[in-house]
């Protein structure tokens, strides 16, 4: 059974740090691409950054540039997404997908979803 499980998520102060897992079971993550996306309450599930399964290719949010780092380990089977100068804005649950196709970049179209991580960034 293909499952994705976030962690890392958790409370810190503006200008902190994180670094999100989002570990694969039931399939290798090296032929999928991942995206990462998040959502605030009210607001629509936005896309944060993704990157390819083909040549590794990544893409940001023009939010997040700069700031965040998406990465992969074949190896753990896990994408991670280092997250720094961490804003208020930033607060949301954290979702990784991915899908088998590098098609959707960072519309939330991808086929399978973890269940999320929350973060939350308040002083």
């Known amino acids: 059974q293909l499952q994705l499980v976030e962690s890392g998520g958790g409370l810190v102060q503006p200008g902190g740090s994180l670094r999100l897992s989002c570990a694969a079971s039931?399939?290798?993550?090296?032929?999928?691409?991942i995206g990462w996306f998040r959502q605030a309450p009210g607001k629509e599930r936005e896309g944060v950054s993704c990157i390819s399964s083909s040549d590794g290719s990544t893409d940001y949010a023009d939010s997040v540039k700069g700031r965040f780092t998406i990465s992969r380990d074949n190896a753990k089977n896990t994408v991670y997404l280092q997250m720094n100068s961490l804003k208020p804005e930033d607060t949301a649950v954290y979702y990784c997908?991915?899908?088998?196709?590098?098609?959707?970049?960072?519309?939330?179209?991808?086929?399978?979803w973890g269940q999320g991580t929350q973060v939350t960034v308040s002083s």
């Open positions: 039931g399939f290798t993550l090296d032929y999928y691409a």
């Open positions: 997908a991915a899908d088998e196709l590098s098609a959707w970049g960072l519309l939330p179209l991808y086929d399978h």
